[in-house]
């Protein structure tokens, strides 16, 4: 299974972005990220079905992430972006398990990343 995830790019504090992640065969999706010198964090999960999403407290009210199973597409909006935002972002997914997780293990298969610059 190879993600792909793509959207990435430099915007003002305020701004939007959507990231779009394609990946056939998978079950539960994640976005993390990774800012330098910071460790990887949980940013979002969408269950296999669509119908469950968590969200880490950072992104909570401004991210949301959703899935359209036909075309193999998890995408993440991201809304009033903050240049805390600024990090590469990276999809996974999981083989296993159906249900929305924040656990990183969880996860078999990730993404290269995309990178997401917020300009004050």
């Known amino acids: 299974v190879q993600l792909q995830a793509s959207g990435g790019g430099l915007v003002q504090v305020g701004g939007s972005l959507r990231l779009s992640c394609t990946a056939s065969g998978v079950y539960a999706v994640a976005w993390f990220r990774q800012a330098p010198g910071k460790e990887r964090e949980f940013v979002a999960s969408i269950s296999r079905s669509g119908a469950t999403t968590i969200y880490g407290d950072s992104v909570k009210g401004r991210f949301a992430t959703s899935r359209e199973n036909a075309k193999n597409v998890v995408d993440l909006q991201m809304n009033n972006l903050k240049p805390d935002d600024t990090a590469v972002y990276y999809c996974?997914?999981?083989?296993?398990?159906?249900?929305?997780?924040?656990?990183?293990?969880?996860?078999?298969?990730w993404g290269q990343g995309t990178q997401v610059t917020v300009s004050s």
């Open positions: 996974a997914a999981s083989r296993n398990y159906l249900s929305a997780h924040e656990e990183a293990d969880r996860y078999d298969y």
